[in-house]
């Protein structure tokens, strides 16, 4: 019988190693605009975000927002949307995509009272959704289907 990885494959998708963390949170290491981060999967978060002390460090160009984020433990939190960026996860990439930044200092604070490690912001379901994701919770792998570029 063939393997998901191996059927998936054929069908374009891209595997990405998952880590679990101690406080049971799936985190893949990824790259926007060329520079290395790790990431929280959130299935539940509607748009993928980075924390507002991350701007400079990810070379992003942010705007104000009149929307307000709310997440665990938190709510109407003041945001900025970053434009044109480029995110890579493994040999998946997705070009000219938008996130919202915010502070994400409650969420590490979270994860460190936990032995947990930061994270410089949270995959979402927009990335996920444009990936096609699929996770393979027992192997500890998340799909993407590579995106097709028409010029």
């Known amino acids: 019988m063939l393997s998901l990885k191996t059927i998936l494959s054929k069908k374009g998708f891209v595997s990405v190693k998952l880590t679990k ?6 985190e893949v290491k990824a790259k ?3 520079v290395k981060g790790r990431f929280i999967v959130d299935t539940g978060a509607s748009n993928s975000c980075v924390g507002l002390d991350m701007i400079k460090h990810f070379k992003l160009e942010a705007t104000d927002s009149k929307v307000k984020a709310a997440g ?9 949307l970053s434009s044109k960026n480029i995110i890579e996860i493994g040999d998946w990439q997705y070009k000219n995509f938008d996130l919202v930044l915010f502070d ?10 936990h032995g947990a490690k930061t994270v410089e912001g949270i995959i979402g379901a927009d990335i996920l959704e444009k990936g096609e994701a ?8 998340l799909y993407l289907k590579k995106l097709i570029f028409k010029f």
């Open 134 to 141: 699929i996770i393979d919770y027992k192997k500890k792998r």
């Open 72 to 80: 665990a433990g938190s709510s109407e939190m003041d945001t900025q």
């Open 21 to 26: 963390t101690s406080t049971n949170h799936f």
């Open 104 to 113: 994400l200092s409650h969420v590490n604070t979270a994860l460190k009272n």
């Open 32 to 34: 926007i605009n060329g």
